[in-house]
Structures are given as C-alpha cells and as structure tokens.
C-alpha cells in the first residue's frame, strides 16, 4: 500500500491498482499491479509526486507496523527508485520551485575507465549542493504524506495485510471492499487449494465428478 493505494487504489493522479501479490517474483518479495487508463507520453509533476508516494508505502508500512528498528532491506529497489524520479525531477525535468527550468544533468556517455577524471563539471559545488537538498525535499515531502494516509488507515492496511497473508493475492474488487470498511472476501479464482473444476459437459467431469478411475487390469483367462 502507498499514498493513492490507501485512497482505495486509484487518486486523480495515478492510474488505479488492479493486483496486490505477496508472492516473490525476481528480486521483487512481493508485486503491486497498476492498470494504465491511456497511453502516457509525458507525465505531470502531480503524477510523478503521487508515484514516489506510492513507492515508499511498503517501507512505511514496516516501519508502523514493526517499529523504526526492525526495517529490513526490502524497499530497496523502491527507494531506488523513488530517488531517481526525484532526481530526475529537479535535474532533468525542471520541475524544482527553487532551480527553476534548468537542465543540471550531465549527458550519458560511454562509460570507460578514468572517465570521471576527464569528465568536464557543468555545475558549481554551491549548485551541487543545492541539487542534492532539492532532491532530498521532494523525498522528504512526499515520504511524509505518505506516512499520513497510512497512519490515517491503518486499520485498512491491516485488512490488506490478512488478505494477502490468506490469499496470496488479492484484485480490485477486494480492495474497493476493504477501503469501504468491508471484509476482503474470497478473490474470483480462488481454488483453496483444490484443482479448479472441469467446465461443464466435458470428459473429465463426467468421470465420478470430474475426477478419473484407475482402470484394474483383468486376470488373463486360462486356456
């Protein structure tokens, strides 16, 4: 759960959540599915804010729940990237108040050895400086709101939290249901652990309810 997420999974400036997973994919322990509403060639700096939100909601989350020393490593790659919108933000995008329009970022090139030896400094350290607490503010600001928008529904990031530690996996419909004060209830496909049923009228579900006998070879006859 992340700002928007807390807001039922969709806010003004975010696509809405589809899918929440436990289940550890790559070096991801756990997946949280967007639905994109259109194609996006360029995005507000309202979206990009509301984005980083979203991405700190799990560290946050550890951090209410478990308390400040039992944080574990596993917001790594959010906080990666949250860091690199921000950055991208203040030195790519010009969307900084206080730097203004500016591109401050170094073009990419070949990276070779002893290349920040000969690399040329586009910016002054007073510049540098400020880029770096730019940066650190628009981290801090959105860290902030939302740590605000979980603690105001911590009783629904409970709910998710026994939902997926059931379920696995829950969609949208069960998280429209917990943001409106409701049990999560069973997900569609949900099996409990039983192999789902034949459709009807098929082979195998006309074999003793859908599952098939071993056949008892017969004794040769004797001649």
């Known amino acids: 759960m992340g700002c928007n997420r807390a807001r039922g999974g969709e806010s003004p400036c975010h696509g809405p959540v ?12 756990g997946v949280i599915m967007f ?5 996006r060639y360029s995005y507000s700096k309202q979206r990009l804010n509301s984005q ?14 478990f308390g400040p020393e039992k944080v574990t490593t596993g917001a790594s790659n959010d906080i990666e990237r949250a860091t690199e919108i921000a950055r991208n933000m203040v030195t790519k995008w010009g969307l900084s108040d206080k730097l203004g329009p500016l591109a401050y970022s170094e073009a990419d090139g ?16 007073e ?13 801090e600001r959105n860290y902030a709101k939302s ?3 979980l603690e105001d529904n911590l009783d629904k990031l409970h709910k ?16 429209q249901r917990i943001m409106q004060g409701q ?26 309810g859908g599952a098939v006998q071993p056949t008892t070879p017969k004794p040769a006859s004797l001649s």
């Open 127 to 139: 510049t540098a400086y400020a880029i770096d607490q730019e940066i650190r503010e628009v981290i």
């Open 160 to 175: 998710m939290a026994e939902a997926l530690i059931k379920y696995e996996t829950i969609d949208s419909d069960q998280m």
């Open 110 to 125: 070949e990276v070779f050895l002893g290349k920040s030896v000969t690399q040329t400094k586009h910016v002054s350290d």
């Open 147 to 149: 740590k605000k928008v």
């Open 18 to 29: 589809y899918k929440v997973s436990s289940i550890p994919r790559g070096r991801a322990l």
């Open 52 to 65: 980083i939100c979203s991405l700190f909601g799990g560290r946050i989350a550890e951090e209410l729940i």
């Open 35 to 39: 639905l994109p509403l259109e194609d």
């Open 183 to 208: 049990e999560a209830g069973v997900p569609s496909n949900w099996t409990d652990g039983k192999p789902p049923a034949p459709p009807p009228g098929s082979k195998s579900a006309n074999q003793s």
